[in-house]
């Protein structure tokens, strides 16, 4: 939205009108208004040749609870915002304007919220303003008192505790600080049980699990995750880095044999991350109203599960990249997360009877280059609100190798955008990878609403013709333009 100067000028001429009311008041005894005071600080958290990561942490110095933000600055030209998070962004020319996202809206007095985002060029933000005001405070709300008389409070002094390291085969948390100590000391062959309620913060385990002796991690599913970040100094590629909050819901980090079951995770950059975490079952969670990815299984997080799961409302932020279910990582990010000869290896993955969509804005399955050997059976997939960014217009893309993919329902319905029900890619990453070949498809049922072209769009054909894809006639398609699929059917 562009500035409004009329407007700031109105709300700055109010702010100083209630400033002198509240000072004739003062002078007369009266009682002054309790009030939210709102200041907002930038910081740059990572920085590249042609950009840089950064944020604002709104602060509220008042004595009463804020309950909606808005931060508005400009950036100089040749410099533009290319994504953010924790926030709502429109933008006017080179003013920017973020206002709250429904989990961070509220701030306490004394407290803090939270969003960032990324910038293309060099250029830093300049006139800021919170809620119409400048940055650096006096951003005021008043309300009229409810009594007449005076009294002070004294300042709130954070009381520090100290959560015991949990033991015993059985954790019970009720409270954010109980889960993290919990994710903290885990040990093989425990289960965390979380009771009924809200948590949140930054939740992240490098603790791993065994075969004979995994740990759970489970809750009703109004046991709620919300991590309210990214905050912090971000390292180059993402690990558990002190003083650095990735804003990830649930982040296993080097962290195998884990089970995470009932639990739902939302408002959050991320909703559930797996990395170097093989042998993850995830089992009956709700991922919901998620910036980005709702589930990722990242850096060769190999023969994990999920399962009986529903994930809804994904990329709100970054439609883009606001997938399902990730399956691996693309190549442009294997320097990150190749770690097994250079290659995301998230092999033998079955994402099974899940409920994926609507408004998924990515696809609600990517399967990326260098994995193999999948299965994904018996899902629901809800096509409403694909975004058709970043080339998402299907289910589910597929750039592995040698994946099942069978018993899955696929519908579409406006809105959104849509191309195929299942689409199939080959990416030239390496002549050892027989990317996008060798894939089957059987027993799908597939309703394209009359927008999508095939219910299986196979685009790999003579690269693949040493390791053919393969789709058959049990497939079936209704409200389809063109057809079941564009390759021949095997009977």
Known sequence: MSPRSSSRRAVFLGAVSISAAVAVTAALGEPAAAAANLSAAFARTSVWTSGYGGGYTVTNRGDTAATGWTVEFDLPAGSAVSSSWSSIRTQAG?????????FNGTVPPGGTANFGFNVAGTGLPTGCTVNGLPCDGDGQVTTPPTTTTTTTTPPTTPTTTTTPPPTGEIVDVSTAAQLQAALANAAPGQA???????????????????????????????????NDGPSGDAPDCPAPTAGWDSGYGLWLASAPYWTLRGFTVQDSKKGIVADNSPHTTIDGVTVHHI?????????????????????????????GYGEGVYLGSANSNWGCHGNSGGVDRGDRIQVLDNHIGPFIAAEPIDVKEGTSDGVIRGNTFDGRGISGQNSADSWID??????????????????GTFANGYENHNTSTSP???NGCGNVWRNNKSDLGGVGDYA????????????????????????????LTNIPVTP
């Open 398 to 415: 597929v750039k592995g190798i040698g994946y099942t993919i069978e018993g899955n329902t696929g519908t579409f319905a406006p809105p």
């Open 192 to 226: 965390i049980r979380l009771a009924a309620g809200t948590y949140r913060g930054s939740f992240v385990t490098t603790k791993a699990g065994t075969a004979a002796k995994p740990i759970t991690l489970s809750g009703p599913a109004n046991a709620v995750l919300i």
């Open 456 to 483: 299986i769009k196979i685009s790999s054909v003579a690269k693949c013709a040493a390791n053919p894809n393969v789709v058959y006639a049990s497939n079936t398609v209704t409200n389809a333009r063109s057809g």
């Open 432 to 434: 050892s990878f027989d």
């Open 291 to 319: 910036d980005e990815e709702g589930v990722h299984f990242r850096r060769s997080s190999a023969d994990s599960v999920l399962k009986n799961s529903t994930i809804t409302y994904t990329g709100l932020v970054q439609p």
């Open 94 to 102: 080179r003013h920017y304007r973020f206002t709250n996202a429904t």
